[in-house]
């Protein structure tokens, strides 16, 4: 009598190395994938699949989620790691942002236009991407605000779109704020942030 062979899973999904190669995905290819799928960004139609946070960046995240929770006003609704769509094959995830409180609760992929402020806390391997690609990105796709949060110790940049123009023809971020202490703003409304309530 012979045993049945017991199926066995695949493994986990992965992005298609040919594909990777051609760096052809798009933001439908994105919006279609399993439920088993790590957390990936795509940038310019190549999968990236995003290491995982440490505590200490999630603890900065989450406290800062809950700050902005608390004293947005009505308009705008904070919350964390939600996909932007940048253009038709560039997607990132800000480790929190505001978006406007009439996008729907159920979306799980943003447009830049429903994005009012994306923050990204940097981590030892994101050090380059944090402070030089997504800003980058995020400007030239017209999101209107972006913070960067140093850790250890905790530090807030905070940048507005402002009117310089960029070697590919984009608006700019200008710095509007850095401090380790406290952080006093305007817009996108006003900001009163003892930034030592952030640390871990």
Same mark, same amino acid.
């Given at each position: 009598m012979?045993?049945? =062979?017991?199926?066995?899973? =695949? @493994? =986990?999904?992965?992005?298609?190395? +040919? *594909?990777?190669?051609?760096?052809?995905? +798009?933001l439908a290819d994105l919006i279609?994938?399993?439920d088993d799928a790590p957390r990936v960004e795509l940038v310019d139609g190549v999968i990236q699949v995003t290491p995982s946070p440490t505590v200490g960046h999630q603890s900065i995240s989450s406290l800062l989620w809950m700050w902005l929770h608390a004293h947005a006003p009505d308009h705008l609704r904070a919350?964390? #790691?939600?996909?932007?769509?940048? %253009?038709? %094959?560039?997607?990132?995830?800000?480790?929190?942002?505001?978006?406007?409180?009439?996008?729907?609760?159920d979306r799980s992929l943003l447009r830049?236009?429903?994005?009012?402020?994306?923050?990204?806390?940097?981590?030892? @391997? +994101?050090?380059?991407?944090? *402070?030089? #690609?997504k800003p980058g990105e995020y400007a030239a796709a017209g999101i209107p605000f972006y913070w *960067?949060?140093?850790?250890?110790?905790?530090?807030?940049?905070?940048?507005?779109? @402002?009117? *310089?123009?960029g070697p590919g023809g984009e608006r700019q971020y200008e710095l509007a704020a850095a401090s380790a202490d406290l952080v006093e703003l305007t817009d996108p409304f006003p900001i009163k942030l003892a930034v +030592?309530?952030?640390? =871990?």
């Open positions: 012979s045993a049945e =062979p017991i199926p066995t899973s =695949p @493994g =986990p999904w992965c992005p298609d190395p +040919t *594909r990777q190669q051609r760096a052809d995905y +798009t279609a994938l399993p919350t964390q #790691a939600v996909g932007v769509a940048l %253009n038709h %094959n560039t997607s990132r995830q800000p480790d929190v942002l505001l978006c406007r409180t009439d996008v729907s609760p830049p236009e429903d994005v009012v402020l994306a923050v990204e806390v940097v981590s030892p @391997g +994101t050090r380059r991407i944090d *402070r030089f #690609a *960067r949060v140093e850790q250890d110790p905790v530090h807030l940049y905070a940048y507005r779109l @402002g009117d *310089r123009i +030592t309530d952030l640390a =871990p």
